[in-house]
């Protein structure tokens, strides 16, 4: 029996695993950046409980193991798998707690340097081995995947400069406190974003568009917010698909959001299958492949 805990920036979520069944499930908001004066440990025994004598092993993955969380395990280059997160963990022992390993993240490095830690946790426990895997998010990522394993990553993030367009900027002045979707801007914005005769420039020149859309009055501004994101993700999606070769697309999550890429992919000509993540499946691949002998040891004892 063992641990696996998905510990982000914004959440904390255990679950209690025998083999192939997930006996139990703990949540909460309690991500690492609400942590206080980096008290990890006390954190982690409260979330678990009663858990920490009924299991083996702890397995930690996500933000928990950046250079801000915890303890900060390495990064795998690509192409990386399941079997290479144990033989590169970071094993720390605490008195009290079953030993705790740090998996990895995972890395590209050229041409230009890019990562994850934790998504691949979900990635890995997908049924789908091949293809274009697209992770939506303010840091979306798009993950090209062979055989199971990861070889590549590539990082937009578009969804943190829609945010800061909405919050802070000549455009956001225009759009009303109420928000009631609008899926029609939203698709007039991804067509934008997609039309190549629209403007000289791609994104940067037609962000303006918003703007001045609602001053020749062709535009609401209740349309605002929805056509802005629009221009985002479409923005995103011809920048990844256009230097891509032909391949299965899919969109992992059932957010709204998620779906908004499908529809997005859509009136690109591309069909994306949505998929529902499956963590505890994940976690499954890397505990049947771990290697204790391999990892590395951070040791801490506490006196009794």
Do not use: C
């Amino acid at each position: 029996m063992y641990i696996a805990i998905e510990w982000t920036s914004a959440a904390f979520r255990a679950l209690l695993m025998d083999d192939d069944k997930v006996l139990e499930e703990r949540r909460s908001d309690r991500g690492t950046v609400s942590v206080p004066d980096r008290a990890f440990e006390a954190i982690l025994r409260e979330e678990l409980g009663d858990w920490a004598g009924k299991a083996e092993r702890i397995l930690l993955s996500g933000m928990i193991t950046s250079r801000n969380g915890w303890i900060e395990s390495p990064f795998v280059p690509t192409p990386a798998g399941p079997s290479d997160l144990p033989e590169n963990a970071v094993r720390h022992n605490i008195a009290g707690l079953p030993p705790l390993l740090f998996l990895p993240g995972i890395a590209q490095t050229q041409p230009l340097p890019d990562v994850m830690r934790g998504e691949e946790m979900s990635l890995f426990g997908l049924a789908e081995a091949d293809g274009l895997f697209v992770l939506p998010g303010p840091h979306a990522k798009w993950v090209r995947m062979k055989d199971g394993r990861i070889t590549g990553i590539t990082t937009y993030m578009s969804g943190e400069i829609l945010n800061l367009l909405k919050r802070d900027s000549l455009v956001s002045r225009l759009i009303p406190l109420a928000y009631e979707e609008q899926p029609q801007a939203f698709r007039r914005g991804v067509l934008t974003a997609y039309n190549e005769g629209a403007l000289p420039g791609r994104i940067l020149a037609r962000i303006f568009s918003a703007r001045s859309l609602v001053l020749f009055g062709l535009l609401k501004a209740s349309e605002i917010s929805d056509y802005l994101s629009g221009l985002m993700i479409g923005a995103e999606i011809f920048e990844a698909l256009h230097a891509q070769e032909e391949q299965r697309i899919y969109i992992t999550g059932h957010s709204p959001l998620a779906h908004r890429y499908a529809t997005a992919l859509g009136l690109f000509g591309k069909q994306g299958r949505v998929l529902m993540p499956d963590l505890a499946a994940g976690f499954r691949k890397v505990a049947a492949s771990r290697s204790d002998s391999s990892t590395s040891s951070v040791t801490k004892r506490i006196a009794d």
